[in-house]
T-cell receptor, first 112, second 114 residues
Framework: EDKVVQSPLSLVVHEGDTVTLNCSYEVTNFRSLLWYKQEKKAPTFLFMLTSSGIEKKSGRLSSILDKKELFSILNITATQTGDSAVYLCAVPGSSGTYKYIFGTGTRLKVLA | NAGVTQTPKFRVLKTGQSMTLLCAQDMNHEYMYWYRQDPGMGLRLIHYSVGEGTTAKGEVPDGYNVSRLKKQNFLLGLESAAPSQTSVYFC?????????????FGPGTRLTVL
């Protein structure tokens, strides 16, 4: 059965800290892994990763994939209160490439 | 360009009542999805559509029906609402299959069934 597990479930840090969020997956015929940020409403797309070892970067956020060990990490450096959100990880399911399997998310709270 | 919109934003129903949630996208996407999000459960796929006139079941389809009569619209119906259907519902669309393209999400509908 396809599975995506995120850790930690929640995290509280202070502004300026660096955080690492984890996503491990079990899916047959892996194709890609996606990260989303969800504030109060709709998830918004952050990164799509398909190849091991290639870091994707956007400002203070970066992500990397390890296809051998079946996980990805999302790093946020110099955190700000605006980074407070739920971060979701998703992979296309094995049974068809129309469907994503989502993790339960990591809730990040950044204190001023 | 509004992206993905959902109506209504909030709704309270009594057990047994019916309602329809409307999702509209203006990006000419082929694929559309309905998810529900519950605390500790993440996003779970209810139904999806790979094009106008097509629908298919996701992980948790029981108690819901969908229709995609026009490419830009995807409707989610609850025929006889139950308290277990209290949730936040998200619609999403994408231009290509999951392996090739990301999904764009609507703002969500918060549904409470009493």
């Amino acid at each position: 059965e396809d599975k995506v597990v995120q850790s930690p479930l929640s995290l509280v840090v202070h502004e300026g800290d660096t955080v690492t969020l984890n996503c491990s997956y079990e899916v047959t015929n892996f194709r890609s892994l996606l990260w989303y940020k969800q504030e109060k409403k709709a998830p918004t797309f952050l990164f799509m990763l398909t190849s091991s070892g290639i870091e994707k970067k956007s400002g203070r956020l970066s992500s990397i994939l390890d296809k051998k060990e079946l996980f990805s990490i999302l790093n946020i450096t110099a955190t700000q209160t605006g980074d407070s959100a739920v971060y979701l990880c998703a992979v296309p399911g094995s049974s068809g490439t129309y469907k994503y399997i989502f993790g339960t998310g990591t809730r990040l709270k950044v204190l001023a | 360009n509004a992206g993905v919109t959902q109506t209504p934003k909030f709704r309270v129903l009594k057990t047994g009542q019916s309602m329809t949630l409307l999702c509209a996208q203006d990006m000419n996407h082929e694929y559309m999805y309905w998810y529900r999000q519950d605390p500790g459960m993440g996003l779970r796929l209810i139904h999806y559509s790979v094009g106008e006139g097509t629908t298919a079941k996701g992980e948790v389809p029981d108690g819901y029906n969908v229709s995609r009569l026009k490419k830009q619209n995807f409707l989610l119906g609850l025929e006889s609402a139950a308290p277990s259907q209290t949730s936040v519902y998200f619609c999403a669309s994408s231009w290509d299959r999951a392996e090739r393209g990301t999904q764009y999400f609507g703002p969500g509908t918060r549904l409470t069934v009493l």
